[in-house]
């Protein structure tokens, strides 16, 4: 039996397999829906026994998350009349008053910063670098290239320690370039391996072409092999970009405020006594949004990303 | 457009030799063809003069400068690869006028001066279209756009119809002639192909191992060629040796083979030991009256000719006669040669030896 087949699938061969793949996708799906759920269920909804799967919808949960509040006595909430807006009216209902916002913004921005940044350096690295090694007599470049994945083949936090002491020594602790510097570091040889497959497979006679028409070789690297790699390179920064934003124990270890990403401060919104998970789950929901957008923006990019090496052009 | 003289060109990758002191000159508007072996460096060759690849020692000159240790994009010529090397991110249009942008010409004169090549090239109407769908013969054509729309100094072309299928290889070979004859541009052509050489070519040198063996116009290299190596990879069937184990004088006017005297031209240069005579098979003729026989061991039939392959006292030789003549297998045939075109060489350096024949040649090149 051959693993291809040169004929057309039957209809019943093409049900069955739509069928598992929906059903897979449903069970991948089904946690990432109940999180997004939870983000738009009332506190006594979110922990409800059997889980309520109709709901009514509500925006505490966000309201939770941006803001910071505090108890009023009957008083001064009678001194304050009516609730201006809508999303005072939803503190009112616990006796509460908006005293301020919450500091998930400034750690989603951080994420930002720190993912978007080290992204970009890893890229503008692993791409010049990956091209030297791809274009230039490199003197031992295979040990080189070993060399760089071999910094991969142990987990990140292994060193967490030595890292944690070298940045107290650096005074990198806690700030943006220490996160954007070590998440560079870590994904930079992801970079420069995947680049250099891409540059490879690009024929060098094109930049030859480029240089006899009268460019600098920067040019001809920049005109001819820039455009030609953007697909390898955007999947390459999806990688990358996954990586950084999801980074969590790293990010507990070395962030506490100034410069603490979303995933480790995420869990310290569930609070005291009584845990709100609302909150916590319409965190993780817009913590999740921009991956999800930049993956679905350069998804053609990744899926070929994916597929790196299995198919010929 | 410009003369190239290449002077003592040397390139080595690490300990490995792959051109050794190259010289030769390329006139100004002149169709010339590298001609050798696959590794012989004729590419290497090339690609110094294009400045791709830099001389480990000795100068190339183009236009009267020194362009050695330039790189390519100082050097002012064209290069055409032979998988094209169109950039695919382009339509044919910006494929063409990519070389001028390069020179900060202003858009309207990139515009018309594209659309000259394009009518010249007769591809004005794919101008607008993606490389990436074009035919073999239409790539080809925008390769060739990309490198006359700049009337650079001169064009470098590496097995330009290698990619090209047998068929439409003829056509291009034509098509690339007339351009070339139109534009009167030097042209510098890499083959390995001898019969694209001779055709094209106005002067052809052949390489091999990194040496030239000769330089010259294809007929007086074909006539007379200046070493064994020349001699059977010019010319189909090759030359024929006739190997045998003697001298031949200054001034010698006669070889003897087996028990009969040949005739050839007088010998301006002597020799002994491991020699052979070498006859184009054209040159063979059959004689029944001659001493010197042959065994007929194959036939090919070519149409108004045949190769007919004969065992003889010196070893196997081809003969292209008339298919008018009937020819049978194991058929014993009296054979002469045409004396006038007859090559002594010697066979431990393979050097052709000099007679008054073709010492114009060999010492002219």
Redesign the interface.
């Known amino acids: 039996m051959s693993n291809f087949s040169a004929t057309e699938p039957s209809s019943r061969q093409k049900w069955v397999a739509g069928t598992l793949v929906i059903l897979y996708a449903v069970i991948t799906m089904l946690p990432l829906l109940w999180i997004i759920a939870t983000g738009f269920k009332s506190p006594s909804d979110s922990i409800a026994y059997p889980p309520k799967v109709m709901f009514e919808p509500t925006l505490e949960g966000y309201v939770n998350l941006f803001t910071t509040r505090t108890r009023a006595t009957p008083e001064i909430l009678e001194k304050l009349g009516e609730p201006a807006t809508w999303y005072d009216r939803i503190v009112r209902q616990y006796n509460m008053v908006i005293s301020g916002p919450s500091r998930y913004l400034e750690r989603f921005f951080n994420s930002v910063i720190i993912g978007f940044g080290s992204t970009f350096f890893a890229i503008v690295l692993g791409t010049l670098a990956a091209y030297a090694f791809s274009r230039f007599k490199v003197p031992l470049k295979d040990d080189l290239l070993f060399f760089i994945l071999s910094t991969r083949m142990m987990p990140p936090i292994a060193v967490a320690i030595p890292i944690f002491l070298m940045f107290r020594q650096l005074g990198l602790n806690d700030t943006h370039a220490g996160m954007i510097l070590l998440y560079t570091a870590i994904n930079l040889s992801l970079a420069v391996w995947l680049i250099h497959g891409f540059i490879d497979e690009i024929?060098i006679?094109?930049e030859?072409?480029?240089?006899?028409?009268?460019?600098?070789?920067f040019?001809a690297f920049y005109k001819?092999v820039l455009?030609?790699a953007s697909t390898g390179i955007a999947s390459t920064a999806i990688f990358c970009l996954i990586f950084a934003w999801n980074e969590y124990a790293l990010a507990v270890l070395l962030t506490s405020g100034t410069a603490q990403t979303a995933p480790p401060f995420i869990p310290t919104i569930i609070g005291v006594g009584g845990q709100d998970w609302p909150a916590v789950a319409a965190g993780a929901t817009i913590f999740l949004m921009p991956v999800m957008i930049f993956t679905v923006l350069l998804r053609k990019h990744l899926l070929r990303g994916i597929t790196f090496g299995a198919v010929r052009k | 457009m410009a003369q190239i003289r290449i002077e003592n060109v040397r390139k080595d990758f690490g300990a490995f030799n792959a051109v050794s002191s190259s010289t030769f000159t390329i006139e100004d508007g002149e169709f010339f063809m590298l001609l050798g072996p696959s590794g012989c460096g004729k590419t290497t060759t090339l690609r110094m003069m294009a400045g791709l690849e830099l001389p480990t020692s000795g100068e190339i000159y183009i236009d009267g400068k020194e362009v050695g240790m330039k790189p390519a994009s100082q050097r002012d010529i064209a290069f055409v690869f032979q998988m094209f090397a169109l950039y695919p991110h382009m339509n044919v249009g910006k494929n063409i006028s990519y070389p001028l942008l390069s020179q900060g010409m202003p858009k309207p004169a990139v515009r018309k001066k594209v659309a000259e090549v394009a009518e010249i090239l007769g591809i004005s109407d794919i101008l607008k279209k993606p490389v990436g769908g074009l035919s073999g013969g239409d790539r080809q054509r925008v390769a060739l756009g990309r490198a006359i729309v700049r009337d650079p100094k001169a064009f470098f072309m590496d097995e330009p119809l290698g990619a090209l299928d047998a068929e439409f290889r003829e056509h291009m070979s034509e098509e690339l002639r007339g351009l070339h004859d139109r534009m009167n541009a030097t042209t510098v052509y890499v083959t390995h192909d001898q019969l694209e050489a001779m055709q094209m070519g106005d002067k052809i040198v052949v390489m091999n191992h990194g040496v030239i063996e000769q330089f010259g116009v294809p007929q007086e290299i074909y006539d007379w060629p200046a070493s064994k190596f020349v001699a059977k990879f010019i010319g189909s069937p090759p030359m024929n040796f006739l190997e045998f184990d003697g001298a031949v004088d200054i001034n010698a006017d006669s070889v003897t083979l087996g028990e009969s005297k040949f005739k050839i031209p007088q010998m301006l240069e002597g020799a002994k030991g491991q020699l052979s005579v070498g006859v184009r098979p054209e040159h063979v003729h059959f004689n029944d009256e001659s001493k010197y026989r042959g065994t007929v061991t194959a036939i090919e039939y070519l149409g108004t000719t045949q190769i007919i392959t004969l065992s003889t006292f010196n070893g196997d030789i081809k003969a292209r006669i008339s298919s008018s003549r009937a020819v049978s297998l194991k058929e014993n045939v009296g054979l002469d040669f045409d004396h006038r075109t007859l090559t002594v060489f010697e066979n431990e350096r393979g050097k052709a030896l000099l007679s008054r024949a073709n010492q114009g040649v060999l010492n002219g090149g």
Do not use: S
């Open positions: 024929p006679e094109y030859e072409a480029a240089l006899v028409d009268g460019y600098t070789r040019q001819v455009p030609q």
